[in-house]
């Protein structure tokens, strides 16, 4: 790649780690098929911050979702037969997540119960849901990754309306994985990682898609996963096979890297802290969670009642 100006580089530290008793020594499916086998005690993603400023994270293999307070301290939420990823908080006790193995499932984080939100698309599964992220009329859109690649470049991006009704908008994708959406709503950000780059899908008010094109482009052996759009509009893309988040700016030019320890796997990200300007980020692979401060806030992230409230 070529900048006109360096972009600036941030370093990401360490602000809490998976205590020891969480952490799994055994064998897990997700493992054997996502890890190629490797002893994988956990595996952090979709972080997401409650109203008291509590963090939510997931843990893939073993099915768990995770509270960690403001000064680090874990607290086991739900255990359940799952594959738990991307989460997004419909109201404030109700997290929506996006499980790999049964769709789109509603946990309650005050008692831990979890249930069925969407398994399934006229009788037939999901390839395998990964992301997810709501708009000020209630939409969610969803992508249904599973294991697509430039192989088999069938994944998915759904939008479920408030009324039920599910909507394909694209079936061509070569692994979508992360998903966000511009400030003012009329653009979608799309990580596409086995094809190495984002893809931008215009929204028209008429409900599709067109002229959807490629954004960004990276490199390495794993491309973007979670994405994130800050208060100036600017994209922010966690690579995991570089251990990078890059911030984009309007002309998809990084203008800030925000580097992580040496062997990071930077999956996730979300903002925090008071003025939602801290940058919280899963390392998957360490069962760790980073921190950086940055120089704008995170936009505010919609529920299901925003046009109701």
């Not at 708009?135 to 470049?153: C, E, I, K």
Request: hydrophobic share 40%; proline share 7%; net charge negative.
């Amino acid at each position: 790649m070529y900048f006109l100006q360096a972009p600036q580089v941030l370093e990401l530290q360490t602000f809490t780690s998976m205590p020891e008793h969480f952490r799994r020594r055994e064998p897990s499916v997700w493992a054997e098929a996502n890890r190629g086998g490797q002893p994988t005690d956990s595996f952090l993603e979709g972080p997401v911050f409650d109203d008291a400023g509590n963090l939510y994270v997931s843990d893939i293999p073993f099915g768990r979702i995770f509270r960690i307070d403001a000064s680090g301290e874990w607290t086991l939420v739900a255990e359940y037969d799952g594959e738990p990823n991307g989460m997004k908080f419909i109201d404030a006790n109700t997290l929506l997540v996006t499980d790999y193995k049964n769709g789109l499932m509603r946990v309650d984080v005050r008692t831990g119960s979890v249930a069925p939100h969407l398994r399934r698309r006229n009788t037939e599964s999901f390839k395998g849901v990964n992301d997810l992220v709501l708009d000020a009329r209630g939409n969610v859109y969803f992508t249904d990754q599973g294991q697509s690649g430039l192989h088999d470049p069938s994944g998915r991006l759904y939008r479920l309306r408030p009324d039920g009704q599910l909507e394909l908008l694209l079936s061509n994708v070569p692994s979508p994985n992360g998903v966000a959406l511009s400030p003012d709503g009329k653009v979608l950000y799309l990580a596409v990682t086995r094809g190495n780059c984002i893809w931008r899908v215009p929204l028209l008010a008429d409900g599709s898609v067109a002229k959807v094109g490629q954004f960004f482009t990276s490199y390495g052996p794993s491309g973007p996963d979670g994405l994130a759009v800050d208060a100036l509009g600017r994209l922010l893309i966690a690579n995991p096979g570089l251990g990078v988040v890059w911030v984009l700016n309007a002309r998809a030019e990084p203008v800030v890297v925000v580097r992580g320890p040496a062997g990071a796997s930077t999956t996730n990200i979300a903002f925090g802290g008071p003025d939602r300007s801290t940058l919280f980020v899963t390392d998957s692979t360490h069962g760790n969670v980073l921190t950086a401060e940055l120089d704008a806030p995170g936009v505010e992230l919609h529920r299901l009642n925003d046009e109701s409230a």
